[in-house]
């Protein structure tokens, strides 16, 4: 999920930008696999951590941001223990959910209509989420770099089986998307 050495102000961690090219990349098929799964989002599902990193002073803006120049915005819900005090992004939709991963997802749901709830992380909460049932579909963009440490995505858990739906290869990364049996 990061390179090591992760935080507000390193928030992919050391070498971890390498983990996005693919989303600022020229390849038709990136750009195509990011325009779909942004255009379909309803909501969007992060940690605090993730928050405070994208709501942080080096963090999104009109050019960089969830599908920024691709879609509309949709509502974000953040998993946290205590909401900030202030938020730097007020165009953006924002809740904060402190009664668990569980009731953020619920949150979702409920703002996304009938449109997708995206889980973007960071990893513990999408780890949560997947350990706790409420992935349907799991998408990871793999990208050819080997990072040595930072944040995993999975750390152990109940094991549960993936059924191939899609797999997209560019020269930056290959696009994986499962159904979660």
């Known amino acids: 999920m990061t390179g090591p050495d992760a935080g507000p ?7 971890g930008e390498a983990l996005h090219t693919w989303a600022f990349s020229d390849d038709p098929d990136d750009q195509r696999v990011l325009r779909e799964a942004t255009a379909g989002s309803g909501a ?3 940690g605090r951590r993730l928050f405070d990193v994208v709501d942080g002073p080096g963090g999104w803006d009109d ?3 969830y599908g920024a120049g691709e879609v509309g915005k ?6 946290t223990g205590s909401p900030p005090e202030s938020v730097r992004l007020t165009g953006l939709d924002w809740t904060f959910v402190t009664t668990g991963v ?3 997802v619920a949150a979702a749901r409920e703002r996304a209509g009938d449109r997708d709830v995206v889980l973007m992380g960071g990893g513990a909460t999408i780890g949560s989420a997947f350990e706790a049932g409420l992935v349907d579909v799991l998408t990871l963009h793999l990208a050819p770099v080997v990072l ?3 944040t995993p995505l999975f750390t152990g858990g109940t094991r549960r089986t993936l059924v191939q739906r899609s797999v997209v290869a560019t020269s930056t990364v290959t696009h994986l998307t499962y159904e979660v049996d």
């Open 44 to 46: 969007v599902v992060l």
């Open 74 to 79: 949709p509502a974000f819900v953040v998993v």
């Open 102 to 104: 569980a009731d953020a």
């Open 148 to 150: 040595g440490a930072g």
């Open 63 to 65: 050019t960089v941001g």
């Open 9 to 15: 102000e390193n928030g992919l961690g050391t070498g």
